[in-house]
Nanobody, 119 residues
Framework: QVRLVESGGGLVQAGGSLRLSCAAS????????MGWHRQAPGKQRELVAS???????NYAKSVKGRFTISSDNAKNTVYLQMNSLKPEDTAVYYC?????????????WGQGTQVTVSS
């Protein structure tokens, strides 16, 4: 069984910063891609950023230049540094990972962490 646990969400004023962390644990052979998605009330879940095992990153246009995704492959952990936060960044942020175990490959999701940016 594989588990993803996020941390680091909270309430911050516009212009502030937060750092999210997500650690994967369990029977993991390898992780191909880890990423962050977010879902605001009444909106669909959207990709924020992703990072492959070789360090290739991808960002949504709305966060490019403000957010930075990074990972520690040895710890199966992904981070999201969020700077210059805006009220429209308010959402539940979910971590996900494309995981391979000795017997299967699947995508696992965390439980989500709330980020609220006040104006």
């Amino acid at each position: 069984q594989v588990r993803l646990v996020e941390s680091g969400g909270g309430l911050v004023q516009a212009g502030g910063s937060l750092r999210l962390s997500c650690a994967a644990s369990g029977s993991i052979f390898s992780i191909n891609v880890m990423g962050w998605h977010r879902q605001a009330p009444g909106k669909q879940r959207e990709l924020v950023a992703s990072i492959t095992s070789d360090g290739t990153t991808n960002y949504a246009k709305s966060v490019k230049g403000r957010f930075t995704i990074s990972s520690d492959n040895a710890k199966n952990t992904v981070y999201l540094q969020m700077n210059s936060l805006k009220p429209e960044d308010t959402a539940v942020y979910y971590c996900n990972a494309d995981i391979a175990t000795p017997s299967q490959r699947f995508v696992s999701w965390g439980q989500g962490t709330q980020v609220t940016v006040s104006s």
